[in-house]
């Protein structure tokens, strides 16, 4: 059983800068592929970023692309999610799952274990 704990959200204005921190507390971090996901008021979860095991594959949601970064350190066992330039319709709660084939994906189902989310708040 993998345990994922988000950090690093908060109220920052549009233009502005966060990073995202999703801590593992299981030994096979560093065989697992990791994902971002994030769920705005009165929406579905939707996919954010996509990392894997080793970090030679990334993937990102067009509405992202060129503003987020998704980044890994397994010697700590953290997937981190750089997010600038941010907007209103950035506002949710973001969310870290954990695939264990290492493969990572851009749906929900294919992930393994979720944390409990970090909220996003981006005021215009």
């Known amino acids: 059983q993998e345990q994922l704990v988000e950090s690093g959200g908060g109220l920052v204005q549009a233009g502005g800068s966060l990073r995202l921190s999703c801590a593992a507390s299981g030994r096979t971090f560093s065989s697992y592929a990791m994902g971002w996901f994030r769920q705005a008021p009165g929406k579905e979860r939707e996919f954010v970023a996509a990392i894997s095991w080793s970090g030679g594959n990334i993937y990102y949601a067009d509405s992202v692309k060129g503003r987020f970064t998704i980044s890994r350190d397994n010697a700590k066992k953290t997937v981190y999610l750089q997010v600038n330039s941010l907007k209103p319709e950035d506002t949710a709660v973001y969310y870290c799952?954990?695939?264990?084939?290492?493969?990572?994906?851009?749906?929900?189902?294919?992930?393994?274990?979720w944390g409990q989310g970090t909220q996003v708040t981006v005021s215009s």
């Open positions: 799952a954990a695939d264990r084939t290492g493969v990572g994906r851009r749906w929900q189902a294919g992930y393994d274990y």
